[in-house]
Nanobody
Framework: QVQLVESGGGLVQAGGSLRLSCAAS????????MAWYRQAPGKQRELVAS???????NYADSVKGRFTISRVNAQNTVFLQMNSLKPEDTAVYYC???????WGQGTQVTVSS
């Protein structure tokens, strides 16, 4: 069983930054790809960024150049650095371990204009 706990969400003004963290329990973290998803009110959950066990990354077009996903396997933690935040980035952000699939509980990010 794997538990994922997100932290770092909050309220920020447009143009500001936040850093999300996702701490994982269990020994499979270092061998599994990880991802961040988000879900805005009334919208489907969407992939924001992903990172393989070796550190290769992929981003949604909407966040390229603004968000950075990273991981520290020794700490069983994945991060999402979010810069130049926009009101449309407002959503609940979820951490996901991809293989096998586990979800965190989500953390709210609100960007005011």
């Amino acid at each position: 069983q794997v538990q994922l706990v997100e932290s770092g969400g909050g309220l920020v003004q447009a143009g500001g930054s936040l850093r999300l963290s996702c701490a994982a329990s269990g020994s499979i973290f270092s061998t599994s790809a990880m991802a961040w998803y988000r879900q805005a009110p009334g919208k489907q959950r969407e992939l924001v960024a992903s990172i393989t066990s070796r550190g290769s990354t992929n981003y949604a077009d909407s966040v390229k150049g603004r968000f950075t996903i990273s991981r520290v396997n020794a700490q069983n933690t994945v991060f999402l650095q979010m810069n130049s935040l926009k009101p449309e980035d407002t959503a609940v952000y979820y951490c996901k371990l991809l293989y096998p699939q586990y979800w965190g509980q989500g953390t709210q990010v609100t960007v005011s204009s």
